[in-house]
């Protein structure tokens, strides 16, 4: 062979090879070519989104997978170590469909790179958003949850927080008491975050109800010690010029403590009934007055002018701030009266008038400044007894009634109806029985000489005991 057929013939075998290496090249290149567009709608290979292998999945097929496993979730809720609940999260709201989210991931990878990812020992690992849930369905759920554990409660021992409590010696603290109850509440917040952050279980023994006040609180402490000085303190009140203490046990009935404000306060209702049992018992406009008498001993006697009656609503409120200020306090009663109730009803100055004896005295200080035979009330106008005072002084006075016109130099008018001393130049005596015939429409008829005496010498405010 010679030289120029070799060199052909090599030539040939050349374009041959090179022929079949351009279309093996060509094959593979549309061969791969091929599989990238099988991937532009798959998974690349070793792929794993959330630990779940979706090599070769369309984003449906995906979905399913993932669905599937997501369906079967549970969230389990123990007790002392032991189930005492199991829900699925599904049932929970959890949403299961990740279409868009798959979708969106298959058209962000690059289909070219899958023979890469085929030849790589890494996995491609993804993330799904997969604590999406239900907002309305979750709180449905959290909502009977807390429901439940609301019931169960009802039969276990409650948890206590340390409160004040009232004693036969004052106000205590009551120890908190620990019980075996759960904080619904608590428990039930929680369960709701554990789901959402992906956890799947909760202990109930980790919500068991805690006091949230105990004995050594600072604040209850410090409110003990003002209810107490509220409660011991001594009160007392001057009336009729006598002391009347209050009992101690009263004072302590009246006073209360809120738990739930940290206030305290005076029952007002209570302040109130024991104003009235004052009343009930020392109203002078109520009550008759025991009396000394110049000839007739003690005697009882009516209630008249000279009176006073405890005002109890402006008490009730006055004597609830003087307990408040948590001081010892003596007060008087606020009354509406013509009188102090503070200082005996008759003292040392007044004056005396005996019907039966048909005599005056005018006592000052003790002293008898005089003392006279009068004129009454006739049997038909008989003069009215009771504790009167003289709430005026007239000279030259004019008295008239449906009958009579009588002026008088000196008049001390003694009750509202027109009864009072005076002067009567027209009574021939005084005393004894004279009263009878030639007695008054109801005055006290008194000499002259002796009226002018007392007029000049008495003030206006002088109780007069007529018996």
Partial sequence: MSRLDKRSKMKKSTRTLLIGLLVVLIVAIGGYAYRSMHYSDHFLP?????????????????????????????????????????????????????????????????????GLSSLSTTEQKLSLNTAAFDKQTLNQQTKSIEQELTAVNKDRTQTENAKIDKDDDGFVIEPEKQGDEIDSKQASENFQKDVLEGK?????????????????????????????????????????????????????????????????????????????????????????????????????????????????????????????????FERSPIVEGSADPSEPLVDDTYVEVDLKNQHMWYYKDGETVLDTDIVSGKPKTKTPTGVFYVWNKEKDATLTGEDYESPVDFWLPIDWTGVGIHDADWQPTFGGDRWKEGGSHGCINTPPDVMKKLFNDIDVGTPVVVI
């Avoid at 549970?74 to 699925?88: A, P, R, S, V």
């Fill in 200 to 328: 799947n279980e909760l202990e109930l023994n980790s919500y068991q109800k805690e006091p949230d006040v105990t004995s050594d609180d600072k604040d209850l402490n410090k409110e003990l010690e003002q209810l107490n000085s509220v409660a011991q303190i001594k009160g007392s009140y001057k009336i009729n010029g006598e002391d009347v203490e209050i009992p101690q046990e009263k004072i302590m009935d009246w006073v209360e403590y809120s738990d739930e404000d940290g206030k305290v306060d005076v029952n007002q209702e209570r302040v109130q009934e024991y104003v009235e049992e004052l009343g009930d018992k020392y109203n002078t406009s109520e009550n008759d007055t025991k009396f000394d008498s110049t000839k007739q001993d003690e005697v009882t006697v009516k209630p008249g002018t000279l009176s006073w009656t405890i005002a109890t609503d402006q008490e009730t409120e006055a004597l609830s701030e003087n307990v408040l200020e948590g001081e010892d």
């Fill in 46 to 114: 070793d792929t794993f989104i959330n630990g779940t292998k979706v090599s070769n999945l369309t984003a449906q097929q995906a979905n399913d997978v993932l669905h599937e496993r997501y369906d079967a979730q549970e969230f389990t809720i123990e007790q002392d170590g032991k189930e005492w609940k199991t829900l699925k999260k599904v049932d929970l709201g959890l949403e299961t469909d990740f279409s868009d989210e798959l979708e969106s991931m298959i058209n962000k990878q690059n289909n070219w790179r899958w």
